[in-house]
């Protein structure tokens, strides 16, 4: 279940083989495209893998025709609920959070961080004018629910904050808020820049 950076990395990665001429197979340019599992039910891609020998149950068009991953029936359930994203945004509602969470993407021993390919893609964000979110305050479903009574835990990293206009929203109604590695990264890239007049290294 590949999230958006991943699939912007997955992305980058793909463009690189391609112009080098390296093959790439259709898997993966799916996942980049955001075709095959990435565009599921979260609850029954959760609920797939931890089954995998588990049949359809024939409840709705998904299953039927693409097996548990494809079913469509799984609800979310959520820990906390959500308040109405206040409305419009102004200027100012955007703001960068005070300090790197101890799982902030932008430490160094970071999960995000750990393949080269994520590496780049995340530190190339700020470098290219874009935003990186902080994902606490966030919702995110702690299980998910089918109508015949299975249950499944959450991702613990599947935020699902509602989104209006790129802006991600925290469960208050309030605009996210800009991740602080992330606006940290930016403006050692753009000290670097400045001093040396070269683009700088991811």
């Not at 991943?6 to 980058?12: L, M, Y």
């Not at 799984?74 to 955007?94: H, M």
């Amino acid at each position: 279940m590949p999230s958006d950076f991943e699939r912007r990395a997955i992305s980058r990665l793909v463009d690189k083989a391609t112009a080098l001429g390296v093959p790439v197979p259709p898997e993966l340019t799916g996942l980049a495209a955001g075709r095959g599992c990435g565009q599921g039910n979260g609850g029954a891609i959760l609920w797939a893998r931890a089954n995998p020998d588990a049949d359809g149950a024939g409840c709705c068009w998904g299953d039927a025709m693409n097996g548990p991953e494809g079913c469509t029936c799984w609800v979310p359930r959520y820990p906390v609920a959500q308040a109405d994203p206040r409305l419009p945004v102004q200027p100012g509602d955007i703001q960068v959070r005070p300090r790197m969470f101890a799982d902030c993407a932008f430490r160094p021993d970071s999960p995000e961080q750990a393949e080269a390919y994520t590496r780049e893609a995340l530190l190339s964000l700020p470098e290219d004018g874009q935003p990186f979110w902080c994902h606490q305050d966030m919702r995110r479903p702690t299980r998910w629910e089918h109508p015949d009574g299975r249950r499944v835990d959450g991702d613990a990293a599947d935020y699902q904050p509602p989104i209006v206009a790129g802006v991600p929203f925290r469960t208050d109604g309030q605009a996210g808020l800009l991740c602080a590695g992330w606006a940290a990264h930016g403006r050692r890239a753009e000290h670097d820049q400045r001093r040396t007049g070269d683009p700088p290294d991811t």
